[in-house]
């Protein structure tokens, strides 16, 4: 069923489950099983399941063997649905396997101090003391699971608002949550974005000193923030004083550590002036302010703002709707037209943006990238009628904090 091989501490776990043979329910007595929804039933193998682990905060290998004895289509998400594996067929008796790296983390800062999380964020996959995997699709296969902890894998952390963060529920969905899906094992992802937090409410929530107790030298902090901090009304509050603030406490705080910075402009919003040719600019000063903050403290820079006006030119005002949350009542029981929040295809197209910013910069991180991995031009995006996602069974059409 299962077999854990554990040296003298705790972070030398190693996790081994037939997924063959039957396995429990989660509880923190066994300390693995299915979670979330009712265990697989074998009668209907079209079924999404998901399996827990309880394991220490850090960064864990993941080993998974999809297919077997029939014929399936497996995707696999990590956590707060961090897409790692996509859309997967096997012929029956065929098996194909794959391997990634997933951050586990909780709240806790050190034995006195939390991160301050929302409270719809505790209900989240993301901030527990599991390492939970979800398996979907048309008809997901695994015949075995592997987990094992990895300290020395460099850490990609990721600091945002509701553009950035791992979206818990369908339909929304971020760049943070699918960028994962294009990095091999070599490389971990860690997600510290939330919705409706600026560069100043991130850094007092405890967020960045969460980074700061495990960030080391080989690792990289992406930031990306805008979209709430124009919204701040405080004296000395905007784009030139509080927030370019703000930026350097990032900037000096995340060098202190060894590690490397990197800044992403804002992502535009879906915001056509009359002639449907053009984007009007919603961000103010602010992606000024940080261009202006990155040159002149030699911080590398992904215009993700001006990538993200690309993709919703190159398509139009009437397309580009399909890469936000904009839905008839029919599927999410009212109308949905949000022209900020990206849903899965549009979180796919942005993080493709982000790993094309990457490597126009040049980062020594992309040698990690997928050998599936090809190069994307923001004006020539994907067509949505192709992409297939398999959406969750956790839901809510509760729209983000933040606009």
Sequence with gaps: MMAVLMSKTATAQVFDFDMTKPQPVYTDETGFGYDVLPAPDSKKPAEPWYFSVKVADGNYRVKVVLGGKRA????????????????????????????????????????????RIKEREKDYLAWDDKLTLEFNGDAPVVKSIHIERDNNVPTIYLCGNSTVVDQNNEPWASWGQMITRWFGPEVAISNHAESGLTARTFIGAGRLDKILTTLKAGDYVFVEFGHNDEKEKRPGDGAWYHYTYQLKIFIDQVRAKGAEIVFCTPTQRRQFNADGKSIRNTHGQFPAAMKVVAEREKVPLIDLNKMTTDLYLAVGPEESKHMLVHYPKELYGRELADNTHFNPFGAYEVAKCVVMGMKQLQLPIVKYLRPEWQDFNPTQPDDWKTFKWAPSRLKDIVKPDGN
């Design 72 to 115: 399936g289509e497996t995707t696999v998400r990590a956590e707060g649905r961090r897409l790692m594996v996509h859309n997967v067929a096997t012929k029956k008796k065929q098996t194909a396997e794959f391997e990634f790296t997933v951050n586990k983390r909780s709240p806790r800062i050190d034995d006195k101090t939390r991160v």
